[in-house]
């Protein structure tokens, strides 16, 4: 079911698009310009792609842009279904607003405003993404009506999408309830240049992309059992090895750091890509070991082999998009998932055991 303008009706297909069941939604009525809003995370953008599929197919001929956060602007700009990335410089405009200097708040507002955009789609659904579809000033502001941080009060159709279904399928029922039918396709692309630059880097070789670091400690697998598991599989087909992270994430990766330093197979590219360049490695990789992180979300994108490592998060609602048979996770019963209690996601880390991640790698390894 979806509603428009207070009609509510099943979804069909009509020949100048969907209808509300009643009346067909004629083609001068169709979005010429629509707008995804989705700043951040990086992970959460690689795995908001789907409604930029969905929107396509929906709307071929529609002008369809993205507002995204400026440093995630990669993992988007080369999808073909994409027609232009609205830049979000969250950094410099909130160091703006600190100094009380709002003029280049103003002008990105009112650029925004200026495009005119038919359709906007809040993916993300918090109190700036839905005061920056607010400020589009779109005839159809979609989003849910249990958004956090009341960023419902941007939206003039609200949905209601269960919160605990998986990330995904949320924003599928989200563009459902819009009017358009949902593809989960999950393909995300490289530019060639970031292709070059990741053969390059690479090499011919087959190579395992490990990815140690995240933002929450919780959500960590021990770096020195990353540092024993790279030593293992450069003896299982692998011949390299490329660490993977953010330059400001290079503290957690001590032991991989100093394998490094003394096995040329091991290579450290933490904090030496873009994200586009991270990209092209994922895509490379012959298989992809990571915690909770966007490494994860691309291996999903570029249908990598992978084993993600998974404790205090809720692999029904955030893990890597049906691809749950991936995934290592010890829960005991009656556990709580809260990857904000570091004492209680580090012991659900250290569950997991370097055997285990070592069998798994082996087998997706062998049988590629």
């Not at 009346?23 to 959460?44: F, M, V, W």
């Not at 955009?117 to 589009?136: E, H, K, N």
Request: aromatic share 6%.
């Amino acid at each position: 079911m979806w509603t428009i303008g207070g009609v509510i009706g099943p979804l069909s297909r009509g020949s100048g698009g969907w209808t509300d069941g009643q009346r067909p939604l004629q083609s001068e009525s169709l979005p010429k310009s629509i707008l995804i809003i989705r700043p951040s995370a990086l992970g959460d953008v690689c795995r908001s792609v789907p409604v930029l599929a969905s929107l396509r197919s929906g709307y071929p001929e529609a002008r369809i842009d993205w507002l995204v956060q400026d440093t995630f602007a990669d993992a988007i700009s080369g999808h073909p279904a994409l027609s232009g990335v609205v830049p979000f410089e969250r950094g410099r405009l909130g160091k703006d607003l600190k100094k009380i200097r709002p003029g280049s708040t103003i002008r990105f507002l009112r650029d925004l405003r200026a495009q005119r955009y038919d359709l906007v789609i809040d993916a993300q659904g918090l109190f700036r993404s839905g005061m920056l579809a607010l400020t589009t000033g779109a005839r159809r502001r979609v989003g849910y009506a249990n958004a956090q941080e009341v960023g419902w009060l941007g939206y003039n159709e609200r949905h209601h999408v269960d919160r605990e279904v998986h990330a995904v399928d949320r924003m599928l029922a989200l563009v459902e309830r819009a009017g358009v039918r949902p593809d989960a396709v999950m393909r995300l692309y490289s530019l060639p240049a970031w292709k070059q630059w990741a053969e390059q880097t690479l090499g011919s070789s087959r190579a395992a992309v490990l990815a140690p670091t995240s933002r929450w400690a919780g959500k960590r697998w021990p770096a020195e059992r990353f540092a024993a598991l790279a030593e293992r599989v450069l003896g299982m087909g692998v011949e390299r090895v490329a660490i993977v992270g953010a330059r400001s994430e290079r503290e957690q990766c001590g032991p991989l750091l100093e394998l490094a330093s003394r096995d040329r197979r091991v290579l450290d590219l933490i904090g030496r890509t873009s994200v586009g360049e991270l990209m092209a490695v994922v895509e490379r990789a012959a298989i992809v070991v990571a915690n909770d992180s966007a490494a994860l979300h691309m291996a999903v994108g570029f249908e990598r082999p992978m084993v993600a490592l998974y404790g205090p998060t809720s692999i029904s609602r955030v893990g890597p998009y049906r691809r749950e048979r991936d995934v290592i996770q010890h829960v005991e019963p009656g556990e709580v998932l809260d990857h904000k209690d570091e004492p209680a996601g580090r012991e659900m880390m250290e569950r997991i055991s370097v055997e285990e991640v070592a069998e798994r790698v082996c087998v997706a390894v062998n049988a590629t």
